[in-house]
């Protein structure tokens, strides 16, 4: 069955440094979304994106994040200068389309670990 | 705003033990329902989902059904295993406009079986 898959799974950068998570949606997927939990909490929405622009994006989503898809396989998301409050699991997923029947997959998972 | 709210854990049942994990959402329009798991160290699973009033989504024993005139979705199942030990995610899903489309997740709930 085809599945998302995110690398690395763990990742340990220091603070103020740049990082990009990837993400490999389900190929014939359209929209692609990123979310994250910080340990213990909620999973949270980040940023859609499709056809090449965002869709939509949250609070959190400030200027220090930025998405990409770079090669029309590869999804990214970047951080520009981390803080230690970025600390947290980021969730990659991808969905069809934004019809309710079809679902959104969601990858294993960057754990990411801000020092 | 839109949201989910789910019963507090940690839940601690004995193997065999009829489980319930209340939800209730609020939402403007008409949500798709959703129950996510997450086995420990692991990523984001779907575990069942509603799209209608009335609908029952089921998998693995587990049970819950789109009420919207109480606006919840309870997650129940008849008898535990202490593989079920896992947080679960009460979630739902709107698609509104053109851009809007993401899963809004509760906080999660830690279900610990004792064998």
């Known amino acids: 069955e085809p599945e998302v898959t995110q690398t690395p799974s763990h990742q340990v950068t220091q603070m103020g440094q740049e990082v990009i998570l990837r993400c490999v949606p389900i190929?014939?997927?359209?929209?692609f979304y990123w979310y994250r939990q910080i340990l213990g909490q909620k999973v949270e929405f980040l940023v859609s994106?499709?056809?090449?622009?965002?869709?939509?994006k949250s609070e959190i989503f400030d200027d220090q994040f930025s998405v990409e898809r770079p090669d029309g396989s590869n999804f990214t998301l970047k951080i520009r200068s981390t803080k230690l409050e970025d600390s947290a699991m980021y969730f990659c997923?991808?969905?069809?389309?934004?019809?309710?029947?079809?679902?959104?997959?969601f990858g294993p998972g960057t754990r990411l670990t801000v020092t | 705003g839109d949201s989910v709210t789910q019963m507090e854990g940690p839940v601690t049942l004995s193997e065999e033990a009829f489980l319930t994990i209340n939800c209730t959402y609020t939402?403007?329009?008409?949500?798709?329902l959703f129950w996510y798991v997450q086995y420990p160290g692991e990523g984001l699973q779907l575990l069942l989902k509603?799209?209608?009033?009335?609908d029952k989504g089921s998998n693995k024993g587990f049970e819950a059904t789109y009420r919207k005139e109480t606006t919840s979705f309870h997650l129940e199942k008849g008898s535990v295993q202490v593989s079920d030990s896992a947080v679960y995610f009460c979630?739902?899903?709107?698609?509104?406009?053109?851009?809007?489309?993401?899963?809004?997740f509760g906080k999660g709930t830690r279900l610990h079986i004792l064998p």
């Open positions: 997923a991808s969905s069809q389309d934004r019809n309710p029947t079809y679902e959104q997959y």
């Open positions: 190929s014939n997927h359209l929209y």
């Open positions: 509603a799209t209608k009033a009335d």
């Open positions: 994106f499709y056809n090449n622009e965002i869709s939509e």
């Open positions: 939402a403007t329009g008409y949500p798709s």
């Open positions: 979630a739902l899903r709107l698609i509104l406009r053109y851009r809007d489309d993401k899963i809004i």
